[in-house]
């Protein structure tokens, strides 16, 4: 092989957390890689923060320590612009820099003979609820900059994808999906004890949990059952018999698989209609049934009736927890229909040659 063609086959990955540290890049790119291994393409990867950095950046209640962080770990960030910029393809996870300005971008595509951009969450809106520092630091303009020159864009949501279809060159709409092998239930649901209601998220969604407080609240008057939390230790919820679950990668599986009846509550805005829907394929991918509110992604996910519920109100939230909690053949026909969906739709390896298609191999 020459060196130009070797050359080509040079990919640097260019992100702001480290592997296996955020869902944003977990659940979406980075499962990926192994098709990359599999097809001998050299990659390099390229985070801003360090582990240490990055698990004081996404736990630190300090603004101003955020920020001065992650000034610092800018230089290790330009140090590494030598470097990336001898790359035949760049691929940008979300930004170089979380500020604003394009000046790293800028230096990071300029001698790129390829540039593939994975746009998460609308992060063009300007405007991401529940996390400050983000909120505030991070420009608007430079996302749409990036969309407009970059060879392929890669998106999770239809929404996302009709948005950016008009500024990009070639979109690939790929849905949040996950390892089939990985992801699935190692013994057959429980048919004993209290059902449990689970919900699975992070610190940053954890306020939507507020939104079904009353609701909770309402059908434990009348039936009893579990409620299981998963990354939302510290939220403050209150609410009384609730079992907070730290989330780890390590235990993840095992978190999820005290879960009969998975809930997906949100608040219905500009935001959220961009909304990939992470949480709800990691349900369908275990077998747990999922009650959700009705957006337009979560039409794409969820077959009203079959693997789930869709709801728009207070009642609908009460009504479908309800048919679930006192109907176990109903919560078990629903259980197998959520896998086999997930198998038909969210496997990675549906979308092993669109993924490598982004970067010009097929």
């Given amino acids: 092989m020459s060196k130009e063609q070797d050359k080509q086959q040079t990919i640097a990955v260019v992100c702001?957390?480290?592997?296996?540290?955020?869902?944003?890049?977990?659940?979406?790119?980075?499962?990926?890689?192994?098709?990359?291994?599999?097809?001998?393409?050299?990659?390099?990867?390229?985070?801003?923060?360090?582990?240490?950095?990055?698990?004081?950046?996404l736990n630190s209640s300090s603004f101003f320590l955020k920020v001065f962080l992650t000034a610092l770990f800018h230089v290790r960030r330009l140090i590494q612009l030598v470097q990336i910029r001898r790359f035949h393809t760049v691929f940008i996870s979300?930004?170089?820099?979380?500020?604003?300005?394009?000046?790293?971008?800028?230096?990071?595509?300029?001698?790129?003979?390829?540039?593939?951009?994975?746009l998460d969450d609308a992060v063009f809106l300007g405007n991401e609820k529940g996390n400050f520092f983000i909120r505030y630091l991070r420009g608007s303009a430079k996302y749409i900059w990036l969309v407009s020159r970059a060879d392929s864009v890669i998106v999770s949501s239809e929404a996302m994808s009709n948005y950016v279809k008009s500024y990009a060159k070639t979109v690939c709409l790929m849905p949040i999906s996950l390892d089939g092998s990985?992801?699935?239930?190692?013994?057959?649901?429980?048919?004993?004890?209290?059902?449990?209601?689970?919900w699975s998220g992070s610190r940053s969604t954890a306020r939507y949990l507020d939104r079904i407080r009353d609701i909770f609240l309402q059908l434990r008057r009348t039936l009893v059952f579990d409620?299981?939390?998963?990354?939302?230790?510290?939220?403050?919820?209150?609410?009384?018999?609730?079992?907070?679950?730290?989330?780890?990668?390590?235990?993840?599986?095992?978190?999820?698989?005290?879960?009969?009846i998975g809930v997906y509550p949100l608040d219905i805005d500009e935001w959220t209609v961009f909304k990939a829907g992470g949480k709800v394929v990691q349900y369908l991918a275990m077998g747990i049934p999922c009650i959700a509110d009705?957006?337009?992604?979560?039409r794409t996910l969820i077959v009203h009736g079959v693997n789930g519920f869709l709801v728009t109100n207070h009642h609908e939230w009460c009504y479908y927890i309800r048919r679930l909690l006192l109907d176990d053949e109903l919560l078990?026909?629903?259980s197998q229909q959520a896998r086999l969906h997930f198998e038909a739709h969210f496997d990675i390896m549906i979308f092993r040659k669109k993924f490598l298609a982004a970067f010009g191999f097929v």
């Fill in 16 to 57: 702001v957390h480290p592997l296996n540290c955020v869902p944003g890049q977990r659940l979406r790119w980075e499962q990926y890689l192994c098709f990359l291994d599999d097809h001998n393409l050299h990659y390099r990867i390229f985070p801003l923060f360090n582990v240490w950095g990055s698990k004081f950046v």
């Fill in 94 to 118: 979300l930004h170089v820099s979380p500020f604003s300005g394009m000046f790293f971008e800028r230096l990071a595509i300029s001698r790129a003979r390829r540039f593939v951009f994975d």
């Fill in 182 to 198: 990985r992801y699935r239930r190692s013994f057959p649901r429980r048919r004993v004890g209290l059902p449990v209601v689970g």
């Fill in 227 to 260: 409620i299981v939390l998963i990354g939302a230790e510290k939220h403050e919820y209150i609410l009384d018999n609730v079992r907070k679950i730290p989330f780890t990668v390590d235990t993840e599986i095992n978190a999820l698989c005290e879960i009969d």
């Fill in 294 to 298: 009705d957006t337009p992604q979560n």
């Fill in 332 to 334: 078990l026909n629903m």
